[in-house]
């Protein structure tokens, strides 16, 4: 169940898993950075696709494909999610 009050440092642990586990990016010694761009991290744009489908589900939130297409860092997915889970409060 999701928790309505996640802080971002607690949203950009749960998208860099998603990350992990959609791209197969496992870097022990240097953690993914929340400006890292899906594209530098090797996604292609049905990776972003997928990416998205994810952060939804884990969420429980939905993103327009327009807002989607703005989200390029991990840092921009956890704006764009602390946004939302804000304003449905």
């Given at each position: 169940m999701t928790n309505k009050k996640s802080s971002k440092e607690?949203?950009?642990v749960r998208v860099q898993k998603i990350v992990e586990?959609?791209?197969?990016?496992?870097?022990?010694?240097?953690?993914l950075e929340p400006d890292n761009t899906f594209s530098s991290l090797g996604a292609d744009s049905l990776d972003t696709v997928?990416?998205?489908m994810a952060i939804e589900e884990e969420f429980k939130i939905q993103i327009p494909d327009e807002d989607a297409g703005?989200?390029?860092t991990l840092q921009?997915?956890?704006?764009?999610?602390?946004?939302?889970?804000s304003k449905e409060d």
């Open positions: 607690d949203i950009l586990n959609q791209l197969g990016v496992v870097n022990k010694e240097e953690k997928e990416l998205v703005q989200i390029e921009q997915a956890v704006n764009y999610i602390d946004n939302v889970i």
